[in-house]
């Protein structure tokens, strides 16, 4: 049962352009959201957070839209850089306890080409 | 100060090895995390420690043990290793509060179990 999806596995999109990845989840108790970015041979790196008390949240070229009623999350990445090409996991937490546990999505690969 | 830190990189074993993934943070967190990542998955939860002296188990525990040496250190063991614990092993590690969630990784440890 996958709680947290990411239903395109691949985007490719010019340089210069806007990528838009997004993220669907079943759980409606997950009240924290996070993008992590993956280049290969590495671990993955944080890239931008979202409480459930927001819609949106930015950070340079980097936004996060939070739409709570559909379950529905989407990083933009404006202007897209060929830096950008990596694959970014979506996952979220339903923030109890002293620890909280992740659960991801199955990623999307983002290629910018020049 | 080097973040997360996992060893070792690679790893090849035969069915039946034991082996013990090693993984220390320098960032002073409370919560330590180890992860397991498969080709077209994301990354599962095996077990989490919310804090020096404690551990329970996540979304695939089952063939893994852990042990939170102390603050800094958090090993995950295989005591008997099977083909489908082939996997990439992420740790991760993070100072864990209601506002913010964020988990920072290690680069991973590669094992192939034949």
């Known amino acids: 049962d996958q709680q947290v999806k990411q239903n395109s596995p691949s985007l490719s999109v010019q340089e210069g352009r806007i990528s838009i990845l997004n993220c669907d989840y079943t759980?409606?108790?997950?009240?924290?959201f996070l993008w992590y970015k993956k280049y290969p041979a590495e671990g993955p790196t944080f890239l931008i957070s979202?409480?459930?008390?927001?819609d949106k949240n930015e950070d340079g070229r980097f936004t996060v839209f939070l739409n709570k009623s559909a379950k529905h999350l989407s990083l933009h990445i404006v202007p897209s850089q060929p830096g950008d090409s990596a694959v970014y996991f979506c996952?979220?937490?339903?923030?109890?306890?002293?620890?909280?546990?992740?659960?991801f999505g199955t990623g999307t690969r983002l290629q910018v080409t020049l | 100060n080097a973040g997360v830190t996992q060893t070792p990189k690679f790893q090849v074993l035969k069915t039946g090895q034991s082996m013990t993934l090693q993984c220390a943070q320098d960032m002073n967190h409370n919560s330590m995390y180890w992860y397991r990542q498969d080709p077209g998955m994301g990354l599962r939860l095996i077990y989490y420690s919310a804090s020096e002296g404690t551990t329970d188990k996540g979304e695939v525990p089952n063939g893994y043990n852990v042990s939170r040496l102390n603050k800094r250190e958090f090993s995950l063991r295989l005591e008997s290793a099977a083909p489908s614990q082939t996997s990439v092993y992420f740790c991760?590690?993070?100072?864990?509060?209601?506002?913010?969630?964020?988990?920072?990784f290690g680069p991973g440890t590669r094992l192939t179990v034949l």
């Open positions: 979202i409480s459930s008390i927001k």
């Open positions: 996952a979220a937490s339903a923030g109890t306890g002293t620890a909280s546990k992740l659960t």
């Open positions: 759980n409606s108790m997950f009240d924290y």
């Open positions: 991760a590690s993070s100072e864990w509060d209601r506002s913010t969630d964020t988990q920072y």
